[in-house]
Structures are given as C-alpha cells and as structure tokens.
C-alpha cells in the first residue's frame, strides 16, 4: 500500500482523491494548501508538504493542478527525497527548472509531469498512428483549440489554469499540454516561436515549433477568462505518406452512440485515473519510473522558451535555455 499527499485546490484535489479511493494499493493520507479536505472524504490536512510527510510518512505527493503554480511543493517534494506528480507546465523560467533537475538528481525523487492529453485514447490512437508510419515522415503537426474553464469532461485537463497570475502564463498553461503530447509522438523540439494577442476577456498564442527529427508544428489556443468561448479541439497530423486527425466532434462521438449518450469511463479509467494508474504504478515498480527528469528536462525547457518568446517576441532556440 503506497501512502499519497495530495497538494491542490477543489475540484482538482476532490477528483484525484476521487480516483485514488478507486485503487485498491493506494490511499491518500494527507491534503496539503487548503482549510478543508477534499468535499467528502476525512483525509487530515497540513500546512506545508514537508509537515505533511514527516507526520504520515508519505511514500509520495500529487500536487493536482500545474507544477509551475505549485513550485514550494514540487521543490519541497523531491527535497524530502520522494516522487512528486504534477501537470504540465512544471515551470516557466529556467532558474525553477534547473532547481528542480538538481533536486531531482541530487536524491532519491524523481519527478513525473506528462499530460493527461497522453492518456486520452483519442491521443493515443494518433500516437499508435504514427508509431505504425501511417503518416510517413512528418511534414506539420497542427493543433487548434479553445479551452474555457467552466465545464467539466474532456477538455478538464486545464483545472487551475485559470487562477494563473497573468493572460501569458494562462497561455503557457493550455499550450504545454499540446507541446506535452507533440514531444510524447515527434520528440524534442530545437526552435519556438510565439506570438500572442491578449484582451479584457481573452488572450490568444499562435505557436510556431521546429522538431529536432524534422518537421514542423503549430499550436493554436485561446484561452477566455471573463468570456469563455465553446470548446474547440482540431488536430492533425500530415506526412508524406498521409494524415490523421480528430476534431471536438469525434471526441463528442466517443461518449455517444446511436442510441445517445453511452456511460462515461469510471473515474479509474478515464484519461486523468489512467495518468493517476500509471502514477502509482511506478511507485510499485510495475513501470519503470523516470531517472528524476532525463529527457524529459528537454520537455520543460521548451515550454520555458515558449514563455521567453512571449516575453520577448522573437524566435527561441532551445540552447537557449538550456545548461
């Protein structure tokens, strides 16, 4: 049985204690950044994740929401020398970002940050695609999407975005899970470009990437605080040989069939409890867990240059940002 401190804020830290009640080699035993635990559960609650795992011997913690929002207890974590999740984006400057690595070497942690877009068997049946060369090589890779923040289902990957400190890091939130899922099928990326709009109840990116295998990639997103706009996902893949796609009405499609809506995945099976599965799974061993960050540092630097290019409004090298 793995002992879990759950860091984060309803709903997020609800849904993932939601989850974990569903494995039977799992309990959480400590709730961290909050008065109150999870609605419904008696999970006991602590100010800090160091008090959390020195009190109940934690084996690991979950921080439910982006890691770059949860720095402390990301650093905190792998300074107590156990594994910590978190979603994407880990961090956005590369100072964090090489504390992180450092602590994560430097001990007995390791961190795991991918996307629960990998998860999704939408993604996965692409990534399958790819794998079987039923594209050839890649020529673009285009994602477009929007991503409000007041319904839940197959867009809820980005719980806690909207609490960002400004419009850009609100950006970075949503794109990292794209950048996640394009690093996860085409590998490293070598160049990015963002170019972004901002207003008084919206902010835009147009994200340029360059893959260091070839090819390109394009991510769009737009991201609506006072006005959210309907739920919008295109993606696709173009190669050589052909393409793949899937659009929102395909993902509406997997949850009905022609006698209407089907059951969704039990909590335990849906993107986010396969992420949370294999979370636990490598606690137990069953999956090998990362060396701390290994390639994955390569994934975190190139959302740190999308965020530089933002800033600066110029191409981003990832050398750039890099040791």
């Given at each position: 049985m793995?002992?879990?401190?759950?860091?984060?804020?309803?709903?997020?830290?609800?849904?993932?204690?939601?989850?974990?009640?569903?494995?039977?080699?799992?309990?959480?035993c400590?709730?961290?950044?909050?008065?109150?635990?999870?609605?419904?559960?008696?999970?006991?609650?602590?100010?800090?994740?160091?008090?959390?795992?020195?009190?109940?011997?934690?084996?690991?913690?979950?921080?439910?929401?982006?890691?770059?929002?949860?720095?402390?207890?990301?650093?905190?974590?792998?300074?107590e020398?156990?594994?910590?999740?978190?979603?994407?984006?880990?961090?956005?400057?590369?100072?964090?970002?090489?504390?992180?690595e450092e602590?994560?070497?430097?001990g007995?942690?390791?961190?795991?940050?991918?996307?629960s877009?990998?998860?999704?068997?939408?993604?996965e049946?692409?990534?399958?695609?790819?794998e079987?060369?039923?594209?050839?090589?890649?020529?673009v890779?285009?994602?477009?999407?929007?991503?409000?923040f007041?319904?839940?289902?197959?867009?809820?990957?980005?719980?806690?975005?909207?609490r960002a400190?400004?419009?850009?890091?609100?950006?970075?939130?949503?794109?990292?899970?794209?950048?996640?899922?394009?690093?996860?099928?085409?590998g490293?990326?070598?160049?990015?470009?963002?170019?972004?709009?901002?207003?008084?109840?919206?902010?835009?990116?147009h994200?340029?990437?360059?893959?260091?295998n070839?090819?390109?990639?394009?991510?769009?997103a737009?991201?609506?605080?006072a006005?959210?706009?309907?739920?919008?996902?295109?993606?696709?893949?173009?190669?050589?040989?052909?393409?793949?796609?899937?659009?929102?009405?395909d993902?509406?499609?997997?949850?009905?069939?022609?006698?209407?809506?089907?059951?969704?995945?039990?909590?335990?099976?849906?993107?986010?409890?396969?992420?949370?599965?294999a979370?636990?799974?490598?606690?137990?061993?069953?999956?090998?867990?990362?060396?701390a960050?290994?390639?994955?540092?390569?994934?975190?630097?190139?959302?740190?240059?999308?965020?530089?290019?933002?800033?600066?409004?110029?191409?981003?090298?990832?050398?750039?940002?890099?040791?």
């Open positions: 793995r002992r879990i401190a759950i860091v984060g804020r309803e709903p997020a830290a609800r849904g993932h204690a939601e989850r974990y009640v569903r494995f039977e080699d799992v309990t959480v400590a709730a961290v950044g909050f008065d109150d635990p999870p609605s419904g559960t008696a999970i006991p609650t602590f100010e800090s994740v160091s008090d959390a795992v020195t009190e109940t011997e934690a084996d690991a913690v979950d921080v439910c929401g982006p890691g770059s929002a949860h720095v402390q207890s990301v650093e905190a974590a792998l300074d020398e156990i594994p910590v999740r978190c979603d994407p984006p880990v961090a956005l400057d590369t100072q964090t970002v090489e504390r992180v602590l994560a070497s430097n007995d942690g390791w961190l795991y940050a991918p996307s877009h990998r998860f999704s068997r939408l993604y049946r692409l990534q399958r695609g790819v079987s060369g039923d594209i050839g090589t890649l020529g890779a285009r994602v477009k999407r929007t991503a409000p007041d319904r839940v289902g197959w867009n809820d990957s980005y719980l806690g975005i909207d400190s400004s419009p850009e890091d609100a950006l970075c939130g949503v794109v990292s899970h794209d950048v996640d899922t394009l690093h996860w099928t085409f490293p990326v070598e160049r990015v470009f963002a170019r972004r709009r901002t207003g008084d109840s919206y902010a835009h990116v994200l340029l990437l360059r893959f260091r070839g090819g390109r990639g394009t991510v769009e737009t991201w609506g605080r006005d959210p706009p309907e739920s919008r996902v295109e993606v696709e893949y173009a190669g050589d040989h052909g393409r793949l796609r899937f659009t929102e009405d993902a509406s499609a997997a949850l009905k069939d022609e006698h209407g809506s089907l059951d969704p995945d039990p909590l335990e099976d849906d993107c986010r409890g396969r992420l949370l599965r979370f636990v799974d490598r606690l137990h061993g069953v999956e090998r867990p990362p060396a960050i290994g390639s994955d540092g390569d994934l975190l630097r190139t959302v740190v240059a999308v965020r530089t290019s933002m800033d600066e409004e110029r191409p981003v090298e990832l050398g750039e940002v890099s040791r």
